[in-house]
């Protein structure tokens, strides 16, 4: 059987009417989707090569172009008021061929209430100053819960606002915030250069899009220690893993004073996941939260990350919960089913019984 042709900004219309989150291209293979964390196969006819470069290359800036030429790989992103956008694009080679991977954002920025996500975190983005980070493995909803956050601080604060983004996804207007968005390989050269720059344009607050290197942990700790409230994301599980992830990028004779930084300024970490929606309307946001309290602070200083979730265990108090006790109240409520929360959970067996115990 002969497929049909199709257009790629047809994909795009398709995808997105369809709720998908991520649409692959290329390597000869039919366009394939991503709906609610499932892959999708269209049944039309798989785009050529040159039509995914001359897409690519009206996305990318010459910078970003380059990047794909020389390294194999580029990142860009096409804004609002353009065709079936916001989208972000990931374009590299591989055996078959080019293969773009393209992420589809909401149209708009989404109000941090209509996420389901803690109050707690929206809390932390309120805060004057101290290090709040976002994590989470690929595809958790980091990205749109940091535009959230932003979006938030912009309606309800009066805030300088600079972030850096590789590549910028969400664009916001300016409201009682001023908002200054920067891209890497656009506006600045790299995260750590940016980030030490954008000290001196009077920010209140500074937003990392994502934070990857040894250098871009240590300008965000001195932000975050200069008085700033600095907004990152991270690709990490809990927020045990993150801290450990931040003090083990720096070398062992310098890992007591980055605990100790590190402990100083936390303000917290929030650990996401998507989960499919019993009603099959999407997916839902589950969370892992933790707060800096005392002593977290000083499980932090001391090396002590084992403990965290223990403290997290005990913590709800100060706004603390695990992301099995937020799966569990997700299945009880009958928005999840507890066979895909215990897909998403890290102890699976802790979301059945307390799911059980709960309801």
Partial sequence: MTLAPVRLADVLRSARARGASDVHLGGGERPVLRIDGRLTTLDVAPLDGDGLRAFVAAIF?????ARLDD?????????RGSDCAPYRVHAFRCASG???????????VPAFESLGLPPTLAGLAQRSSGLVLVTGPTGSGKTTALAAL???INRTCERTVVTIEDPVEYAHASMRSLIVQCEVGRDVTDHAHALRGALRADPDVIVIGEMRDRETFAAALTAAETGHLVL?????????????RIV??????GQAQVRGQLASVIAGVASLRLVPRRDAAGRRAAAEVLTATDAVRALVREGKTHHLRNAIVTGRAAGMQTLESHLSDLVVRGDVALADARAAAVRPEEVRALARAAS
Avoid: E, K
């Avoid at 080019?98 to 708009?108: F, G």
């Avoid at 990152?232 to 993150?242: G, M």
């Avoid at 083990?248 to 004779?253: I, M």
């Fill in 232 to 244: 990152a994301t991270l690709h990490t599980n809990d927020a045990a893993q993150t801290v450990d």
């Fill in 248 to 253: 083990d990028a720096f070398p062992a004779d």
């Fill in 150 to 152: 932003i979006d938030r």
């Fill in 61 to 65: 800036t010459r910078d970003q172009l």
């Fill in 71 to 79: 390294a194999g790989c580029g990142d860009g992103a096409a804004a």
């Fill in 98 to 108: 080019l293969h773009v991977a393209i992420r589809l954002l909401a149209a708009s």
